[in-house]
């Protein structure tokens, strides 16, 4: 695995209804919410209290999960400890894909990517959010990505997973068109969810998703969801400086992608501790928990800076997978971390 971190408010309207820490914390007293946004509700789970001085941990699931199967692993670790006792985190799901979910109506028209994108103000407004640093997986990646590029000032900092910043071309539309009629929707998502090579290889963690997708999620709520994404566009962003007004993420962005991306669901569940070690080490450079010890990461970074000269030097020694990030953000100051 390879963590790529790069360093690269204004109050929405009707936010004055939760503007005080007190209150906010009667807000959050139960972890479950259902929010009403302009294109429907949105079931979200909060753990913690807001901080007056610190944005919101907003977490954002990937296509066949939810907030529970994408993050918990993560967030129940030991190491995510330090991180979360210093901040609130509010975990979004997207429209009927939490556990439970009743089914969408027949006809039902599920958002499109930037509504799903627009539809988190809506949480920051109900819960009186100063600001967020998102965290997303796969399609949460996206939806995370357009918000910030929507609300800059509404977010701090970006932390992506395996995000795919361009739009399905013609002969990707038909091949998923065409696989549609073959494949069973649970096959579908875990060819989003994995590489070919571990659809073969790990069989007893394949199945295992398999089963969680089959018996947690409501297969019809989960098909408008991967269509929806299926669908979306290009996020049409552009490296700072190579255009003329440029379209690019205004904050500090962390890409997080596989070796053999899509993979990225290794990440989060098989080195948690050396993703929260990369996660604590960008909050500290947005100059959060600067109290917090250093880690391993920040450690071993020092002692390259130390011997190796330039970064240049370091960052030809890792591959990255330049389709899952390329155009997201502007790769100012880049570190690159082997998992």
């Known amino acids: 695995r390879h963590l790529t971190l790069s360093e690269t408010s204004a109050n929405l309207p009707g936010q004055d209804h939760c503007t005080a820490v007190d209150m906010c914390t009667t807000q959050t007293q139960r972890p479950e919410h259902d929010i009403e946004t302009p294109y429907g509700m949105l079931h979200v789970v909060v753990r913690g209290a807001p901080k007056s001085n610190k944005p919101a941990i907003l977490t954002y699931h990937d296509v066949g999960l939810n907030h529970k199967l994408c993050f918990n692993p993560l967030f129940n670790n030991q190491d995510m400890q330090e ?8 975990h979004v799901n997207a429209p009927g894909q939490q556990i439970g979910a009743a089914q969408m109506p027949q006809g039902y028209q599920y958002p499109s990517m930037d509504q799903l994108a627009g539809m988190l103000t809506s949480v920051v407004r109900h819960f009186g959010f100063k600001s967020i640093v998102g965290l997303g997986v796969g399609a949460g990646s ?3 990505a357009k918000f910030a590029l929507l609300f800059p000032d509404l977010v701090e900092g970006l932390v992506l997973l395996n995000i795919n910043p361009t739009g399905k071309g013609w002969m990707d539309w038909a091949a998923t068109k065409l696989s549609g009629l073959t494949s069973a929707l649970p096959d579908k998502v875990l060819t989003h969810l994995f590489s070919q090579d571990e659809l ?12 969680q997708i089959n018996n947690t999620i409501n297969q019809f709520n ?8 299926n669908s979306r566009r290009d996020l049409e962003m552009n490296r700072s400086g190579t255009v003329f007004n440029a379209k690019t993420l205004r904050c500090p962005v962390m890409l997080v992608v596989g070796d053999n991306s899509p993979a990225e669901e290794g990440v989060v569940s098989f ?7 990369a996660f604590k080490y960008f909050l500290q450079g947005m100059g959060y928990m600067p109290s917090a010890s250093m880690t391993r990461l920040a450690r071993s970074r020092t002692a390259s800076l130390a011997s190796g000269g330039s970064g240049d030097g370091a960052r030809s020694q890792v591959c990255t997978d330049s389709e899952s990030s390329e155009g997201v953000g502007q790769l100012g100051q880049t570190m690159e971390v082997s998992c």
């Open 83 to 90: 991180i979360t006792k210093h901040f609130v985190v509010c």
């Open 142 to 144: 996206y939806i995370l």
């Open 222 to 229: 989960l098909h408008l969801f991967l269509n929806m994404y």
């Open 200 to 211: 073969l290889s790990n069989t007893e963690l394949v199945q295992s998703y398999r089963q």
């Open 271 to 277: 080195s948690p501790g050396k993703f929260t070690e």
